[in-house]
Structure formats: structure tokens, C-alpha cells
């Protein structure tokens, strides 16, 4: 007797989880991959972390893949992730983690075993590339990772996974190599990124995907200024200042015999 109630009850339990909701099975699997991402580092990419190395990172992100995209793809997610933790005290190990995160993200192979967990990758990367003090440590870093994480966004498939999150990276990737630091130091990078974007912004399959990726691109091209730092003499020595470079806006001048608005010719003139 009591083998049948518990044959029973496990056969209810069964029908009971056959019959439980797609959308309820889905956010208890996307509960358990965001509690996997969110767990330590392994001990040795852990150790390639600390050594604020990418080429260590990547090496060591390799290694414990064993050649599986996929789980490179979360090993990935996980130092990008643990790099934003880094900005505040240690920014140039939150570049180099980033930076090899970005690297390892934009393998073929990588974006087609989880072009999600590549989206995401490069999402935290540039947020990272867009901190003024990893700028300011690391601007070739900031540099690689805006012109790497620009590229992989501009891919279809990843582009396809979270358009939002891509167009974000590229217009941040405007912004960082249009920043002092980073221009100083690789002044090449903003043609680099210049060129990436513009080409996604008239690719049709992006503007299928986002009909606005035009103007998102063309108003972050137009807008950004490009800052340059300049050496200016004083009395103390020679010291670096910031200047930001813009496009002068012409302004349509009146005919001689018009008066300005704002004239005291307009002014005194007599009402007609």
C-alpha cells in the first residue's frame, strides 16, 4: 500500500512539472544561469586575474574552456563582470580583465555558441573603457576594448541578441576614443571606430533589425567632441591641459545695411 501512494506522488509531482508553464520553467533556467555567472572565479583564472595580465586572463580562459565556445563564452561573462567590481580600486586590472574578455568574446566560434553572453560581455567592457580613471590608466586598454567591443557589436548575431545594448557600445566607443587620454595615446583608435560604426550604421542587416541605428550613430558622430591635450607653458613649467575640439558652427551673417536683432541701430530706429 505504501509502495502505491508513493508511486502516487511521484507520478502527480511529474504531471505536475509537465504541466507547469514554458515561461515558468524558462526564468527558473534563466534564475540558475544567472546564479552560475554570479559564482566565484575559478582558483586559477583567478590568479590570472590578480595579475592584471589580459594575455594571462585569456590564456587561463582557454585552458579551463578545453575548447568549448560556450563555456568560454560564460567564463568570459564572468570576468567582465568581476572587471566593473575592479574600476573603483584597481583600474588598470578592470582594463586588462576587460580587455581580454573582449578578446576572447569576439571569436567566431564564441558568438555562435552564445552571441548573449558576447552582448553582455562587451556591454560591461566598454562601460569600463568609458571610466575616466581606466582612461587615464589604461588608455591603450580603453582604446583596444573600444575599437574590439565596436567590431563584435556590428556583428549581426550579436547586434540580433540586444540591439540596445550593441548600439550603446558602439556610441560609447565614439565617445572613448575621442577622449583626451585615450587620444594622446592612440590617436588612431577614433578612425578606427569611426569606420566600424559608420559601416553598421548603412548595414541592412542592422537597419532591418533597428530602422533608427542611422540616426543613433550619425547623432553620436556629430556630437561627441574630439578633447586633445595640449602643452602649455606657465610660470611653474610646462603643463598638460585639456582642450576639447569641436566643429565651429557658422553663423549666416546680415547684409551691411540690415542691423543685428540686438543692435542699437534696431533700437533707436524710428517705428514705421
Sequence with gaps: MKSLIVKGAMFGLVAAMASMPLSATLSTSAHAQAAQQGAPLPPALQAALNSGNPQLIQQAINALSGGNPATAAALAGQVAAAAETLIATNPAAAAAASQAAVAISQAPAVIAANPTAVSQVIAAASRVASNQAVQTVAPQAAATIATTASAVAANPTVYA????????????????????????????????????VSQAAVNPQLTAINPSISNQVAQALATTPTQTVTQQQTVGGTQPTQTVVTTPVVVDQLPPDVPEPDSEAQNNASPT
Excluded: L
Design 161 to 196: 541578441a540586444s540591439p540596445q545594448a550593441a548600439t550603446a557600445v558602439m556610441t560609447q566607443a565614439v565617445a572613448v576614443t575621442r577622449s583626451a587620454a585615450v587620444v594622446a595615446a592612440v590617436p588612431q583608435a577614433a578612425n578606427a571606430v569611426n569606420n566600424t
